[in-house]
């Protein structure tokens, strides 16, 4: 089991493996590549009995090779910007807290029961007191949920739901981009994901680690990311670009 020694730099699935000590990693790779070496001329023989090897040369190999190129340059984030959202935010979730606090006791929501005589806007169990007992909504699809579904089904009954999805909006930029980020920013302000190029059943391409393929189109965490002084950045979208991949494959 080559990974025992890793394991003891990766505490949780946050942590990249750019955070193990460079001989350790090392170390791992060889035995990595050791058994890669070996298991190649196992699959080599399967490959040219399915005629898959030309696509395996082609285009796997030199797109694991441009991914990992991509992974190891990170992608640039402006750290003042970033700082300032998080300033920003800070007192913004602050302030949904006490709104909620106050509008769940105005429907009789008892906040000496609780701890810190104050609503948690993170507790199902006091959202639910207050969702289904207090503003009698009836269970959602038959659950007693507090999902994004529900309260999008509800906000129209009382300004606590609707005032709740503002905050989970705000607090999902906050804990998963902003604290998220500050937590995985390397020291020249790159971020630096995984990409997982067999990562998914479809084939498509996935990304962890965080998710950068998930970054929300219209929201202010979007301008985080930036050129590199005398860079510009440059969108591209193939048209059906499977489709074509795989006519130009199985016409070949």
């Not at 070496?37 to 699959?43: K, N």
């Not at 006091?126 to 289904?132: C, D, G, K, P, T």
């Not at 489709?243 to 199985?250: C, D, I, L, P, S």
Request: hydrophobic residues 35%; aromatic residues 12%.
């Amino acid at each position: 089991d080559w990974e025992a020694e890793i394991k003891k730099y990766l505490p949780n699935s946050k942590v990249p493996y750019s955070a193990i000590p460079p001989k350790v990693l090392h170390q791992y790779q060889a035995n990595d590549c050791d058994y890669t070496r070996r298991l190649f001329f196992i699959f080599k023989k399967e490959l040219e009995k399915e005629g898959t090897e030309k696509a395996y040369r082609n285009l796997l190999i030199p797109a694991t090779n441009a991914f990992k190129d991509i992974e190891q340059h990170g992608i640039l984030v402006d750290y003042d910007y970033l700082m300032h959202l998080k300033s920003e935010m800070e007192p913004q979730l602050e302030a949904l807290k006490d709104e909620l606090h106050n509008l769940a006791v105005e429907v009789g929501f008892d906040s000496s029961k609780v701890p810190g005589q104050r609503l948690n806007p993170n507790s199902p169990q006091q959202l639910q007191h207050i969702m289904y007992d207090l503003l009698g909504c009836p269970p959602f699809e038959g659950a007693r949920t507090t999902s994004i579904a529900a309260l999008e089904a509800y906000q129209d009954r009382h300004p606590f739901l609707k005032k709740l999805m503002e905050y989970r909006q705000i607090s999902k930029l906050y804990t998963t981009y902003v604290i998220g980020f500050l937590d995985r920013l390397g020291p020249d302000h790159r971020i630096r994901t995984d990409y997982l190029l067999f990562g998914t059943v479809t084939g498509r391409l996935s990304s962890r680690d965080p998710n950068m393929q998930n970054i929300p189109r219209e929201s202010p965490i979007k301008r985080m990311f930036i050129a590199p002084p005398g860079h510009i950045f440059v969108e591209a979208d193939y048209s059906q670009l499977e489709f074509r991949v795989a006519a130009h494959y199985t016409h070949e």
